[in-house]
């Protein structure tokens, strides 16, 4: 079993920065996809990143392409989101996700959760 533990989440104003870190236990994530989904009030939860294991190749939500950054250090288990020029609608819980399947850009590819950080950002 894996846990995932989110932390960084908190409160910027818009044009702000914010860095959330996720660290995963219980077993070694060799192989796994980990990324990044959100969900707003009323929204349902979508998709914001996923970062390879081996080659670290990365995959992007057009709404955060060339302001959110992921990277992974796998000799920690753990993934990092460093989300800059953030939006009022960038505003969600934010989920870390780690799957094994060839992809992890939908909900239901998503094999472990974590239990959100929560990341507002103010007009």
């Known amino acids: 079993q894996v846990q995932l533990v989110e932390s960084g989440g908190g409160l910027v104003q818009a044009g702000g920065s914010l860095r959330l870190s996720c660290a995963a236990s219980g077993r070694t994530l060799s192989g796994y996809h980990m990324g990044w989904f959100r969900q707003a009030p009323g929204k349902e939860r979508e998709f914001v990143v996923c970062i390879s294991w081996s080659r670290g190749y990365t995959y992007y939500a057009e709404s955060v392409k060339g302001r959110f950054t992921i990277s992974r250090d796998n000799a920690k288990n753990a993934v990092h989101l460093q989300m800059d020029s953030l939006k009022p609608e960038d505003a969600a819980l934010y989920y870390c996700?780690?799957?094994?399947?060839?992809?992890?850009?939908?909900?239901?590819?998503?094999?472990?959760w974590g239990q959100g950080t929560q990341v507002t950002v103010s007009a």
């Open positions: 996700a780690a799957s094994s399947r060839t992809t992890m850009t939908r909900v239901p590819d998503v094999e472990y």
